[in-house]
């Protein structure tokens, strides 16, 4: 229970907590030593210094105690005060109720607690003045005050070690965290080149810093080859497969035009069903050979993208726009990819509904493109399939607009994860149908 309420309080990054794993053993071996050790050690300087001036004091006590009248007893205290340098008043003016001291005080607090047992007739103590310890005593000719000077009771000043091992302690913990810096900076550049792999960028990355830092880079930098090397083989035998069939088809649709118009047709139907299919794995494989990252207008491109659909006779319309990106107004995305990803899902949305609506919301964090139909949906428990490739969910869409190979929404999802993004399907609250959300990072 404690560990976890501890964890809403920890700091986040990891330079926070490398700091905070820089400072508090330092802060708490300075708090163990200094209430343990140096205090300990300076309230037992007090204490002798104290009885040390404890004889003084009861010396002069005692003399102005055997005087036979007043008159005799200031004449003692002019006697014996100057030697032992210390300011007397008798008889004392105003006299404080109670002690006088900081909190803080504490070699104060032992100079007062090793005086008042062994002072016959010791009344309050003033410590108000760092400089000065101020006490009265009862006297048979009245209440004297006495006056000395608070370094010989009290070290020069005990926090002065306390100071300078705080002082010390900052030096080099400042230290210690620059050096550790340069220990965490590799880790960020790897986070980083990770994030922007993430995003279908490769940067420029070399591995650095400590041994087991380096091992980590290494194989990041092993994982990222693996990846672009299987992608690659997978776009190419895509493309070799889808490209290879071009040529039978070819062949089978000249030799079907020979034949009789009639007996050909349900041939022909089959034959554009295999077409559509290879131009569907054409498709899927370029997903891999997109365009490269430039800074895009996204609103401009979306409009002309919505302009370009109803241009067809289509019915697609361009939804609210919410928030503004800063100027220039772009952000680095793949402008071709984009295109493809947003023609494919006014396409599910006309096939499947017969009207989209496309809809785009900006925030300082994300951009939001959202495709939403009027067709009968998908349901929830089925969503996460629809979105892997080769899947057709034809008991829950309309059959009747046409047909696809079940790479659509595919396709989509592997642009959107290459910019780094999400996408999330929905119930069109608008429209009644689908609404899909295609988040990209900013």
Excluded at 20 to 36: A, G, M
Excluded at 338 to 355: D, F, Q
């Amino acid at each position: 229970m404690f560990f976890t309420w501890l964890k809403h309080y920890m700091p986040r990054s990891l330079y926070g907590r490398a700091a905070l794993i820089l400072i508090l053993p330092v802060v708490t071996l300075q708090l163990v030593v200094s209430v343990t050790f140096i205090q300990r050690h300076f309230e037992g300087v007090t204490r002798q210094m104290s009885q040390s001036i404890l004889i003084e004091l009861s010396y002069l006590a005692e003399g102005v105690a055997q005087a036979d009248s007043f008159e005799a007893a200031q004449q003692v205290v002019l006697e014996r005060a100057s030697p032992l340098e210390m300011n007397v008043v008798l008889p004392a003016g105003d006299v404080p109720a109670q002690d006088i001291r900081a909190f803080y005080d504490l070699s104060g607090r032992e100079v007062i607690r090793t005086l008042r047992p062994q002072l016959l007739g010791m009344g309050p103590v003033d410590l108000s003045d760092t400089r000065r310890v101020k006490l009265w005593l009862e006297t048979p000719h009245g209440i004297m005050q006495i006056s000395f000077d608070r370094q010989r009771v009290s070290a020069s000043n005990p926090h002065q070690l306390i100071v300078l091992m705080v002082v010390l302690g900052v030096l080099m913990t400042l230290i210690a965290y620059v050096y550790l810096r340069n220990q965490l900076r590799p880790i960020k550049r790897m986070a980083a080149a990770a994030a922007e792999y993430g995003k279908g960028r490769i940067v420029p990355y070399a591995p650095s810093g400590a041994t087991e830092v380096r091992a980590a880079g290494n194989a990041f930098l092993d994982m990222r080859n693996r990846i672009e090397r299987q992608v690659a083989a997978r776009t190419l035998m895509l493309s070799g497969v889808s490209h290879d069939l071009r040529t039978p088809l070819t062949r089978l649709r000249l030799e079907l035009s020979l034949m009789d118009e009639q007996d050909a047709a349900p041939l022909l139907r089959d034959v554009d069903d295999m077409q559509r299919l290879v131009d569907a794995f054409l498709d899927f494989a370029r997903d891999e050979a997109l365009d490269a990252l430039e800074e895009t207008d996204p609103v401009a491109l979306i409009k002309q993208v919505v302009a370009d659909a109803a241009r067809t006779g289509d019915d697609v319309e361009l939804g609210p726009i919410s928030g503004v990106l800063p100027a220039p107004g772009t952000m680095p995305l793949r402008p071709m990819a984009i295109c493809r990803a947003l023609e494919n899902l006014i396409g599910n949305a006309l096939r499947y509904g017969g009207r989209a609506i496309v809809s785009i919301s900006v925030s300082n964090r994300a951009l939001k493109i959202s495709v939403e139909d009027n067709g009968p949906g998908i349901p929830p428990q089925q969503r996460d399939e629809a979105l892997k490739p080769f899947t057709r969910l034809d008991p829950s869409r309309n059959q009747n607009r046409g047909s696809g190979v079940g790479l659509g929404l595919a396709i989509v999802a592997d642009i959107t994860r290459v910019h780094g993004g999400a996408i999330r399907l929905a119930d069109s609250d608008l429209m009644g149908g689908l609404r899909v959300d295609l988040i990209f990072p900013r």
